[in-house]
Nanobody, 124 residues
């Protein structure tokens, strides 16, 4: 079992950047696939990026490809999401999550460990 905590959200202007971090107070993130999801008001939760356990390269939803970058810091037991060229449509609560399997499962029932989320607001 792993407990996830997000940080780094806040207010950014269009075109700006924010960096989100996902840490755990128990266990090691290095053994888990980790994904960042987001949910805007009135919309379904969507996965924006994911990296499998042991993988080097992350995968991204087309909406953030080339703007968001997920990295795993094994030394500090952290998974970060660098978000660049933010747009108002990126405004949402962002969650990090881990599945009960070691890969980026498309089955949402596999994603059982969730943080409480961090708000990202992009506005001028």
């Amino acid at each position: 079992q792993v407990t996830l905590v997000e940080s780094g959200g806040g207010l950014a202007q269009p075109g700006g950047s924010l960096r989100l971090s996902c840490v755990t107070s128990k266990g090691s993130l290095n053994y888990y696939a980790i994904a960042w999801f987001r949910q805007a008001p009135g919309k379904e939760r969507e996965r924006v990026s994911c990296i499998g356990a042991g993988e080097i390269a992350a995968r991204y939803d087309y909406s953030v490809q080339g703007r968001f970058f997920l990295t795993r810091d094994k030394t500090n037991n952290t998974v970060n999401l660098q978000m660049n060229y933010l747009q108002p449509d990126d405004s949402a609560v962002y969650y990090c999550a881990a599945p009960q399997v070691s890969y980026c499962s498309p089955d949402k029932n596999h994603w059982i460990y969730w943080g409480r989320g961090t708000q990202v607001t992009v506005s001028s």
